[in-house]
Antibody, heavy 117, light 110 residues
Framework: EVQLVQSGAEVKKPGESLKISCKGSGHRLTSYWIGWVRQMPGKGLEWMGIIFLGDSDTRYSPSFRGQVTISADKSISTAYLQWSSLKASDTAMYYC??????????WGQGTLVTVSS | QSVLTQPPSVSGAPGQRVTISCTGSSSNIGAGSHVHWYQQIPGTAPKLLIYDNINRPSGVPDRFSGSKSGTSASLAITGLQAEDEADYYCQSYDSSLSGVFGTGTKVTVL
């Protein structure tokens, strides 16, 4: 069994940077892929990218490549999602999720990011 | 922008069977990529319902079943219950191993 705990809600201004986290617990976590999923208010799920905790092999959706950075620290079983310059359109709920293949068996509770001047 | 198309909504009376389609292309589902299905009750995180086209994780009722053929996949819910009212999403991968979710389907129990 894997548990994912995400960092808390954030309120930021346009142009600011942000890094949110997703800490996993459970056995064999270095064998898992951890992905990030965006859900804008009232909208559907969007696959952003995924990272293999064991060696940090990373894949991005073309829609998000260059817009965010996904990273991980396997020593503390934590994945990160980072923005260098936030926009109002980044306002959304962000979920991390984990799976042994490319399905998402386990989900975090979500981190709400609000970007507003 | 999703390349997996689902009907926006489906509805059924308690006890009925409903199906949700997920239409892709030769670069994702049709290329042999697995399809997974998730249930999301509003205000909560999604939950894996079906993985690798047809398999149910432990704890998921056998009322839920998945299938795949060609460039499409389907999720069927038999014996519809009030607790099944939720949003449902399919997910697959394209040839560059970038994932994609479907557009989502709202299931309403009449």
């Amino acid at each position: 069994e894997v548990q994912l705990v995400q960092s808390g809600a954030e309120v930021k201004k346009p142009g600011e940077s942000l890094k949110i986290s997703c800490k996993g617990s459970g056995h064999r976590l270095t064998s898992y892929w951890i992905g990030w999923v965006r859900q804008m208010p009232g909208k559907g799920l969007e696959w952003m990218g995924i990272i293999f905790l064991g060696d940090s092999d990373t894949r991005y959706s073309p829609s998000f490549r260059g817009q965010v950075t996904i990273s991980a620290d396997k020593s503390i079983s934590t994945a990160y999602l980072q923005w260098s310059s936030l926009k109002a359109s980044d306002t959304a709920m962000y979920y991390c999720a984990a799976g042994l293949e490319f399905e998402f068996d386990y989900w975090g509770q979500g981190t709400l990011v609000t970007v507003s001047s | 922008q999703s390349v997996l198309t689902q009907p926006p909504s489906v509805s059924g009376a308690p006890g009925q069977r409903v199906t949700i389609s997920c239409t892709g292309s030769s670069s994702n589902i049709g290329a042999g990529s697995h399809v997974h299905w998730y249930q999301q009750i509003p205000g909560t995180a999604p939950k894996l319902l079906i993985y690798d086209n047809i398999n149910r994780p432990s704890g998921v009722p056998d009322r839920f079943s998945g299938s795949k053929s060609g460039t499409s996949a389907s999720l069927a819910i038999t014996g519809l219950q009030a607790e099944d009212e939720a949003d449902y999403y399919c997910q697959s991968y394209d040839s560059s191993l970038s994932g994609v979710f479907g557009t989502g389907t709202k299931v309403t129990v009449l």
